[in-house]
C-alpha cells in the first residue's frame, strides 16, 4: 500500500453492546475500501475479524482485532472491539489506540446498555464519535424513535446529519443535512434521487440548527454566522469537525452494516468530521520523573506503545503498537521504557485480522505490529535511546470473580500453569495465584464467560483439561474465653523413653493478633532448653483448628507449669505435649468460626437501589453508607465472602449490566451458630 501521512489517517473503534453489528459494520468497511473481496458473516464464521476459533463458535468478538482500508485517500485503522461485558479490558486496549469511536447500535428504538456505557465513555475520556444505527432493514426497525432516544439522554450533543427518507416505518435512504442532497440505499452502496418535496423544510430547519450547533464550536465561525446569517458547507463541516473533536456533538446517521447500506456514507463521515492523530491534543507521559506533552509528529524523536499482544504456541508474539510520535522503521534499537531493555525492530506488520502485511516503516499516528521482541507487552513503552519517556499505563478492571481452577487430568498442574501464563500475556484482565489460605488455585476475572473462554483456549492451545469450582473460603477459628490444659506425653518401648507434660494456659488476645507465647514457668519445672519445643509443638497445632481444621487465630498460649524427666525428657517429647494441650485446652475454651469479610463499593444508577439494598441484605451485608457521585449511587458495604459468591453475575442481572462492584478483604468476624454448625460438619465429613 502507499504511504499515508499522519493527517491522512483515522484511527477507529468500532464499540458497542454485544451483538448489534459491529464486526459486520467493519467486514463492509473493509469490502467498501477493496481491503477484501468479498463479504464474510459472523453467523458463517468467514468474517476478517472474528478468526479465533472461540469467536467463531460463540459467534461473538472476544478479542480487538485490527484491520485497514483506503478511502478517499485516507487510511482508516479500524479496531473492532468485544461488546460483551466480560471483554471490558480490550475497550481500554483499544481506545488507548483509537484516536475516535464508531458506536453500533440497533434500530429498535431504546439505548442498550453497552451502547449507553460506551457514550459516558467517550464523554468522559474525550473520545470523538460516530453513532451509526444499524439494522434499519430489519422488521419493526425505527431508525427516528432511535435517534430520540439517544437525544433524550445526550440532549443537544446529538447531531442529526441525515434526515431519513422513510417508507412505512422502514428507513429506504436519506437527505445529507449538509449538501442538501438525496440517496436511496441499495445493496452495497446507494443512488441519488431528488429531495422529496414534502423534506425540503425539515431538511433546512435541521440544517439551520446544524449551522447553530458548528458556530459555537469556533469564535471565528461564530463571527461570520452573525455577519452572514449562514455559513458555507465548508464551515458547517469545519464547525461539526471542532464539535466531535471536543465531544460537543456526536454525529448520527443509520444503515445496514450486513447488507452495506450507508455505510459507504459513514466512511465518508469518518473521513470529514474525525479528527486525524495531528488534530488532537497532545499526548501526555512521563520523562526525567516529570509529565510532559507529546505531539503527534512523524518529524519528532520515535515513542509508541504496546495496546494489545498476541500470543500463539506456534507463530510465537505479535505486538500492536500506537506510534504517537516519529517514525518507527525496520532496523532500528528501542528501548523498552518499562524493562529498561533495548530491543531490535526485525519486521513491522500491518494487520488484516489474522492476516499480517510487512511494511518498511510505520508514522506517527499509525497502527501496526512487531514480532519477535524478547521482553515487550501490553502497556509498555518502546522509545528513541535519546528521547526516553514513558507513557500512562492502560488502565484495565480489576477481577471481580474468582474460581478454583483444577486439572482435569492428574499430572497436568505444570502444564496448565505455563498455559495460563502464557494467555495472560494476552489478557491483562485475569490473574492466576495460589490462595496462601486455602492452598488451592484460583483464577480471578471479569465473569464466568471470560474464565470459561480461558478454559477452552487452555484446552485447544496447550491441550489442557480444566475444571473450574467455587473457591474455598478461608474460615479460620478462635476461642471466646480462657482455659487451662495438661498436655502428657510418654512413651516407653524399651531402651530410651519419651515424657513431658505442659500446663498451658488458652485465653484470646495474642499481642500481634494471631499468635503469642509466654513463658511463665519458674522452679525449673520445665528446663529451659525444652521451652522452646513447647513453642514449637504449639506454632504447628495452630495451623489446624479444633472445629474445624482451619488455621487458628488470636491465640494467647501461656505455658505456667510442667514436668520432666531427667533421662527420658526429650525436645520431640515437649513438641507432642503442646500439641495434646492445644487440643484440649482450646475445646474447653468456647472455640468460634470465623470468616472473611470483604469491604464491597457497588456504583449503579439510582433506580437499581432498592433491588441492590435488597440484596445486600439476603447477602448479610451490611450498609456502611450511601453516596451519590457523577449521577451514580455508590453503596458501601460489608459482606461475608462465602455471600459474595458470583456477586458479579448477580448484580449484572439485577443492573442489567449498569452496575459494577469493587471488593477488597477487610476483617474477621464470627460466624453465626446455625451457619457454623453446618460449615463444621461438612468439614469434618471431607476429612
Known amino acids: 500500500m502507499s504511504n499515508f501521512t499522519t493527517s491522512n489517517i483515522r484511527n477507529i473503534a468500532i464499540v458497542g453492546h454485544s451483538g448489534e453489528g459491529k464486526t459486520s459494520l467493519a467486514e463492509a468497511m473493509l469490502f467498501n475500501g477493496k481491503s477484501i473481496d468479498r463479504l464474510g458473516r459472523t453467523l458463517d464464521g468467514n468474517t476478517v475479524m472474528d478468526y479465533d476459533e472461540q469467536e467463531i463458535a460463540k459467534k461473538i468478538s472476544i478479542s480487538l482485532s ?100 422513510m417508507e412505512g416505518n422502514k428507513m429506504k435512504g436519506y437527505v445529507s443535512i449538509i449538501s442538501s442532497k438525496a440517496y436511496e440505499f ?63 456533538c456526536i454525529p448520527v446517521m443509520g444503515g445496514s452494516a450486513l447488507q452495506n447500506m450507508g455505510v459507504i456514507n459513514l466512511m465518508e463521515e469518518i473521513v470529514d468530521l474525525m479528527p486525524a492523530p495531528d488534530e488532537l491534543p497532545p499526548e501526555k507521559a512521563e520523562k526525567d520523573g516529570a509529565e510532559i506533552e507529546v505531539k503527534c509528529d512523524a518529524a519528532a524523536p520515535f515513542a509508541a506503545q504496546v495496546f494489545k499482544t498476541t500470543v500463539d504456541p506456534f507463530v510465537g508474539k505479535l505486538n500492536m503498537l500506537k506510534v504517537f510520535s516519529g517514525t518507527l522503521k525496520s532496523g532500528m534499537t528501542v528501548v523498552n521504557m518499562t524493562t529498561g531493555e533495548k530491543e531490535r525492530i526485525n519486521q513491522i506488520y500491518l494487520l488484516k485480522g ?55 487430568k492428574s499430572g497436568d498442574e505444570d502444564k496448565i500453569f505455563q498455559g495460563l501464563n502464557r494467555l495472560a500475556e494476552e489478557d491483562y484482565t485475569f490473574k492466576v495465584e495460589k490462595d496462601k489460605e486455602t492452598g488451592e488455585m484460583v483464577i480471578r476475572g471479569q465473569g464466568e464467560t471470560q474464565l470459561e473462554v480461558l478454559s477452552k483456549k487452555l484446552k485447544s492451545k496447550f491441550g489442557c483439561d480444566v475444571v473450574l469450582t467455587d473457591p474455598k473460603i478461608a474460615y479460620r477459628e478462635t476461642i471466646r474465653s480462657a482455659a487451662e490444659a495438661e498436655g502428657k506425653h510418654k512413651k516407653q518401648s524399651g531402651g530410651a523413653g519419651q515424657f513431658g507434660v505442659v500446663n498451658i494456659r488458652f ?21 529451659r532448653q525444652f521451652i522452646p519445643a513447647v513453642e514449637k509443638g504449639l506454632r504447628e497445632a495452630v495451623k489446624k483448628g479444633v472445629l474445624a481444621g482451619y488455621p487458628m487465630t488470636n491465640l494467647k498460649c501461656t505455658l505456667f507449669d510442667g514436668k520432666y524427666h531427667p533421662v527420658d525428657s526429650k525436645e520431640v517429647a515437649f513438641v507432642s505435649a503442646a500439641k495434646l494441650a492445644y487440643e484440649e485446652g482450646c475445646l474447653k475454651a ?78 474477621y468476624e464470627e460466624v453465626p451458630a446455625p451457619m457454623q454448625e453446618k460449615i463444621v460438619k461438612e468439614a469434618n465429613a471431607n476429612k
Open 66 to 165: 485490527v484491520a485497514y482500508t483506503a478511502w478517499r485517500d485516507t487510511k482508516i485503522n479500524i479496531i473492532d472491539v468485544p461488546g460483551f461485558y466480560d471483554f471490558e479490558g480490550e475497550t481500554e486496549e483499544a481506545m488507548r489506540a483509537a484516536n475516535g469511536a464508531v458506536l453500533v447500535a440497533d434500530a429498535n428504538g431504546s439505548v442498550s446498555v453497552g451502547a449507553e456505557k460506551m457514550v459516558d465513555y467517550c464523554l468522559r475520556n474525550r473520545k470523538p464519535l460516530i453513532i451509526f444505527i444499524n439494522g434499519i432493514d430489519k422488521e419493526n426497525a425505527n431508525f427516528v424513535s432511535t435517534v430520540e432516544a439517544f437525544r433524550n439522554m445526550y440532549g443537544r450533543k446529538i447531531a442529526t446529519m441525515h434526515a431519513p427518507i
Open 186 to 248: 441499495t445493496k452495497g452502496g446507494r443512488i441519488s434521487i431528488p429531495v422529496p418535496a414534502e423534506m425540503a423544510g425539515n431538511v433546512q430547519a435541521i440544517k439551520n440548527g446544524l449551522i447553530e450547533a458548528a458556530a459555537e464550536n469556533s469564535d471565528e465561525l461564530l463571527d461570520k454566522y452573525f455577519s452572514d446569517g449562514t455559513l458555507s458547507n465548508d464551515d458547517i463541516i469545519a464547525g461539526i469537525k471542532l464539535g466531535v473533536a471536543a465531544g460537543d
Open 354 to 408: 489474522k492476516k499480517q502485511e510487512a511494511v518498511d516503516e510505520l508514522a506517527a499516528g499509525d497502527i501496526g505490529a512487531v514480532s519477535k521482541l524478547n521482553a515487550t507487552n501490553t502497556g509498555d513503552t518502546l522509545c528513541d535511546e535519546n528521547f526516553r519517556i514513558t507513557f500512562r499505563p492502560i488502565a484495565f478492571p480489576k477481577p471481580v470473580l474468582t474460581l478454583a481452577i483444577y486439572a482435569g
Open 507 to 527: 485465653e484470646p488476645g495474642a499481642a500481634d493478633g494471631e499468635f503469642e507465647f509466654v513463658d511463665a514457668v519458674v522452679g525449673g519445672a520445665v528446663p
Open 590 to 667: 468456647r472455640p468460634v468460626l470465623l470468616e472473611p469479610i470483604y469491604k464491597v463499593k457497588v456504583i449503579v444508577p439510582e433506580s437499581y437501589m432498592g433491588d441492590i439494598l435488597g440484596d445486600m441484605n439476603k447477602r448479610r451485608g451490611r450498609i456502611l453508607g450511601m453516596d451519590l457521585i457523577d449521577a451514580k449511587q455508590v453503596i458501601n458495604a460489608e459482606v461475608p465472602l462465602a455471600d459474595l459468591g458470583r456477586y458479579a453475575t448477580d448484580l449484572r442481572s439485577m443492573t442489567q449490566g449498569r452496575g459494577r462492584f469493587e471488593s477488597e478483604f477487610s476483617h
